[in-house]
Nanobody
Framework: QVQLVESGGGLVQAGESLRLSCAAS????????MGWYRQAPGKQRDLVAT???????NYTDSVKGRFTISRDNTKNTVYLQMNNLKPEDTAVYSC???????????????WGSGTQVTVSS
């Protein structure tokens, strides 16, 4: 079983920055892809950024140049540095990990409970 603990959300003004963290704990697995998704009120959950185990990132167009995803494989942690935040970035941000189980069972997806990011204008 994998547990995910997120931190770093909050209330900021437009143009400011926040850094989200998501740490995975547990045993018997290797973390493959990691990522961040967000869900604004009344909207579906959308991809923000993902990163492969080797560190290759992928971003949705609206955050390119402002957000940076990174990971520390020694700590099983993924980060999202968010700069120049805009009111439209307001959402609940959730981390996602895909794990490979050492016992050979199928890969599994896990989600964090989410952290609120609110950007005021």
């Amino acid at each position: 079983q994998v547990q995910l603990v997120e931190s770093g959300g909050g209330l900021v003004q437009a143009g400011e920055s926040l850094r989200l963290s998501c740490a995975a704990s547990g045993s018997g697995f290797l973390i493959n892809a990691m990522g961040w998704y967000r869900q604004a009120p009344g909207k579906q959950r959308d991809l923000v950024a993902t990163i492969t185990r080797r560190g290759s990132p992928n971003y949705t167009d609206s955050v390119k140049g402002r957000f940076t995803i990174s990971r520390d494989n020694t700590k099983n942690t993924v980060y999202l540095q968010m700069n120049n935040l805009k009111p439209e970035d307001t959402a609940v941000y959730s981390c996602h990990v895909r794990v490979i189980h050492y016992d050979g069972t199928s890969d599994s997806d896990y989600w964090g409970s989410g952290t609120q990011v609110t950007v005021s204008s």
